[in-house]
């Protein structure tokens, strides 16, 4: 494959890699994604997901709100897949800079990577919105079905919800890793999230590549397009 031998050449000759990976990243290891025929968005529930997942609905709605969350959003058993463990091999190798991810699942960290920014947050991070006090994702689960402090106070994932905006550090560290990298890489994202995909245009450099197994809006300004799984071109890769 032509384009894999193109991917494994830019690898070599760069130094400061990024990595920007959206819900297609962690489908292989059994979490869903939002978009696709089987996605969560495609789901019949008696609200749509992009309504329960927001700021409003969780206040007013809180126990139809954690009814999703725990149905649908928490995947404690999965684990990291190749994707997840070949980008902490290429950090581990200092060709790595950087994994921005969309997801909230922590399965980067799981699997090694140490330089993880988390544009949305974290299932496993969890704090009191009374009293500041942080839970484990293994407490906020045994808490169910609304997660309560000792001080009575509900439990919030620490995950960036609908309605509410992507915190300014997080933000900045994207941006200037982005902006920093000699190569680009972006998997297993539709690039229709923002204002997350919006960062991708602080990229100056010529090794912009793009892998996803559907087309995304910046399929054209690809200098290496790959359409294919994640997962089998980062196998192949190291």
């Known amino acids: 494959m032509n384009e894999i031998n193109q991917l494994k050449e830019f690898v070599k000759e760069c130094e400061h890699i990024v990595f920007f990976g959206g819900a297609g990243v962690s489908t292989e290891s059994g979490i869903p994604d939002f978009r696709s025929v089987d996605g969560l968005y495609h789901l019949k529930y008696a609200y749509p997901p992009e309504q329960i997942l927001s700021h409003s609905f969780f206040q007013k709605n809180t126990e139809a709100f954690f009814q999703f969350y725990y149905d649908k959003m928490l995947y404690p058993k999965a684990l990291p897949n190749i994707t997840h463990q070949k980008l902490a091999l290429l950090e581990e190798q200092g060709k790595l800079n950087a994994v921005i ?40 689960i045994d808490k169910a079905p609304i997660p309560r ?90």
């Open 149 to 238: 402090c000792s001080c009575e106070g509900i439990i919030k994932p620490d995950v960036v919800l609908y309605e509410e905006a992507l915190k300014e550090d997080i933000i900045e560290q994207a941006v200037n890793s982005i902006t920093a990298a000699d190569m680009l890489i972006i998997g297993g994202t539709s690039l229709s999230v923002y204002p997350a995909a919006g960062f991708i245009n602080y990229y100056s450099g010529n090794k912009l590549v793009l892998i996803n197994k559907s087309a995304t809006p910046l399929d054209s300004e690809a200098d290496l397009l790959i359409t294919a799984s994640l997962g089998e071109v980062m196998e192949s890769l190291i």
């Open 101 to 140: 991810t969309q997801n909230i699942d922590g399965l980067h960290q799981l699997a090694g990577s140490r330089n993880v920014i988390e544009l949305h947050g974290s299932v496993h991070r969890n704090y009191c919105t009374k009293c500041g006090h942080f839970y484990s994702l293994q407490e906020v």
